[in-house]
């Protein structure tokens, strides 16, 4: 893997690294632009952090330390360039990292083909260190600082869950994924 950080990401699609077309190749059905996503995972986000932080609030009630919850809460900030690190090393080939803080998003565009499997794997990898893993942390010992972490970083990958329904819900067994500027492509190898 070879990662290029291109800086702030100019909000068009035309000026992102791009894959060549493969034959038969099918577009995601998806959103078209990156302010599209942003209501999207934003939404997602918020509602994921609700729906994991009343169970972590109601288990861990009596491990509220202030100096903890303030550290649970922003810590994952610390965590959004790592999280696309983690998805840049799931490639072999170049892969481009973008900011858009504007629109509150980081995100990294490879053009290598990946399996189905591969390219689902990579859209997680990140939300289960630094989200899932420390939500269950936190909810079996409990801590609620931990739980918090984990919450906030499971819902700041709002945007990998939206490309993993689309990857389960429209790529064939078999399928191979792709980038090409912002949208993502299928086809079925030969």
Not at 64 to 90: D, K, R, S, W, Y
Request: charged share 15%.
């Amino acid at each position: 893997m070879r990662l290029h950080y291109k800086g702030t990401y100019n909000l068009d699609p035309a000026s992102l690294p791009r894959a060549p077309r493969r034959s038969r190749a099918v577009q995601f059905r998806e959103v078209r632009d990156t302010k599209a996503l942003s209501l999207i995972a934003n939404g997602l986000c918020v509602l994921i952090l609700i729906l994991l932080a009343a169970p972590a609030f109601q288990r861990c009630q009596g491990t509220f330390n202030t100096g903890q919850m303030i550290a649970g809460c922003f810590l994952p900030m610390a965590v959004l360039l790592p999280h696309e690190l983690l998805h840049a090393v799931c490639f072999r080939e170049d892969v481009y990292l973008y900011t858009n803080l504007r629109q509150g998003m980081l995100f990294v565009i490879g053009t290598e083909d990946m399996s189905k499997s591969r390219f689902i794997f990579m859209s997680l990898l990140p939300n289960l260190v630094f989200g899932l893993t420390p939500y269950i942390i936190g909810m079996a010992l409990p801590n609620l600082a931990t739980a918090m972490f984990g919450a906030i970083c499971t819902g700041m990958g709002a945007g990998d869950y939206y490309n993993i329904f689309n990857t389960l819900t429209q790529v064939p067994k078999g399928g191979r994924v792709y980038n090409h500027g912002f949208n993502s492509y299928w086809y079925l190898p030969k």
